[in-house]
Nanobody, 117 residues
């Protein structure tokens, strides 16, 4: 009952910045955590950052200090601000949302982020 749509991916030079966004529809008030994952070619999908409805944030060590996750007041949109981008950040970035009643996970379609000179 939750649909996720990502936007904001693209090509950026090393050291540059990019913001990806994810809008939730359906029953966004039922979401208790929203997250960003990424998957590079030939690699496992990995958790980049997440944020709970209570405001707690988590960042992977590889992005801590460079990336920032935020949610709007209605908790129906999540953003990932990516600064000081490196080529190793190149991946498809996926939005993820989790509910507890019922217990479910939802995924967006992914948006490509490419960091290259």
């Amino acid at each position: 009952q939750v649909q996720l749509v990502e936007s904001g991916g693209g090509l950026v030079q090393p050291g540059g910045s990019l913001r990806v966004s994810c809008g939730a529809s359906g029953s966004p008030s039922s979401i208790y955590v929203m997250a960003w994952y990424r998957q590079a070619p030939g690699k496992q999908r990995e958790l980049v950052a997440d944020m709970t409805s209570g405001g707690s944030r988590y960042y992977a060590d590889s992005v801590k200090g460079r990336f920032s996750i935020s949610r709007d007041n209605a908790k129906n949109t999540v953003h990932l601000q990516m600064n000081s981008l490196k080529p190793e950040d190149t991946a498809v970035y996926f939005c993820n949302a989790r509910t507890e009643v019922p217990r479910r996970q939802y995924w967006g379609q992914g948006t490509q982020v490419t960091v290259s000179s």
